[in-house]
């Protein structure tokens, strides 16, 4: 791995969270909760077409929608979704 493929593993400026939900009892609620108030300083950027924001973070319908490719993504998704996801 390069160093700046290393870098944007350890220290990304700007983070995706794939399933990000509003649901406290989710992942992607809690992914998005503690990074929002642990200090991360990048944007943090929610992916889920169920809704239009997360923790008043402006939510993207799709991978493909968000504005720029994000040093990171976490995916958050259970695993029945992930599964469809290579289905046509």
Do not use: H
Not at 30 to 53: C, E, Y
């Amino acid at each position: 791995m390069s160093q700046r493929g290393l870098e944007a593993l350890l220290r990304p400026k700007s983070i995706a969270v794939i399933g990000a939900s509003m649901k406290p009892q989710r992942a992607g609620y809690l992914m998005m909760r503690n990074l929002l108030a642990g200090g991360f300083n990048g944007p943090v950027m929610p992916v889920t077409p169920a809704w239009k924001a997360v923790l008043g973070v402006l939510a993207w319908p799709t991978i493909e929608s968000l504005p720029f490719t994000p040093d990171l993504a976490c995916s958050v998704l259970t695993p029945g979704v992930i599964s469809n996801c290579s289905k046509p």
